[in-house]
């Protein structure tokens, strides 16, 4: 993670206004782009990723198996495979497809979010500086958990895990 960074800053409706310092765009709350992808094994279990202590933001808490920023100029497909590779060192996700997006609201930190889901059996290769732990969870355990310490987790999770389960 660098502090040079340059994230596309966009409108209401995802179009590119302009770019700017990731440093600038979460100090100002600038509304940006993210993914996250929700990476399950053959037994329909979820790995889950413990975030670095050293993160700016959710430091320590659990969250989807695998997200980040879409760079500026990136898509949002290119992004869940960067950062797949860069995170967990995921290089072939299998049936990877996009599920839903979210728009920018507050429990995403005004980012709008392409949610992916994947299947992988690992093993991972886990990037120290973005992931200090993972595991493979069931999903019953997984919502029990967040039900009794939802603080455990970050708030983007949290509420994207329950679109992701809520959708049709």
């Known amino acids: 993670m660098s502090a040079e960074e340059i994230f596309d800053v966009v409108d209401a409706q995802d179009r590119v206004l302009l770019t700017e310092a990731r440093a600038v765009v979460h100090r100002e709350g600038l509304r940006h782009r993210a993914v996250h992808i929700f990476v399950f094994n053959a037994a329909g279990q979820?790995?889950?990723q413990r975030r670095s202590m050293s993160k700016d933001t959710a430091p320590?808490?659990?969250v989807?198996?695998?997200s980040g920023h879409v760079d500026s100029g990136e898509d949002y497909d290119a992004a869940a495979r960067r950062e797949l590779g860069e995170?967990?060192?995921l290089a072939d996700p299998v049936g990877m497809e996009r599920v839903?997006?979210?728009p920018a609201c507050r429990p995403t930190g005004n980012e709008f979010v392409w949610v992916y889901h994947c299947r992988s059996e690992g093993p991972f290769v886990l990037d120290p500086a973005e992931v200090s732990e993972g595991q493979w969870i069931?999903?019953?355990a997984l919502n029990s958990w967040i039900a009794a310490r939802p603080r455990d987790f970050a708030w983007s999770?949290?509420?994207l895990w329950a679109k992701?389960?809520?959708r049709g």
Do not use: A, N, P, V
């Open 46 to 48: 979820l790995f889950l």
């Open 60 to 62: 320590g808490k659990w």
């Open 64 to 66: 989807s198996s695998c």
């Open 87 to 89: 995170e967990i060192g």
């Open 100 to 102: 839903f997006k979210e």
């Open 138 to 140: 069931e999903l019953d």
């Open 157 to 159: 999770f949290t509420h």
């Open 164 to 166: 992701y389960q809520s």
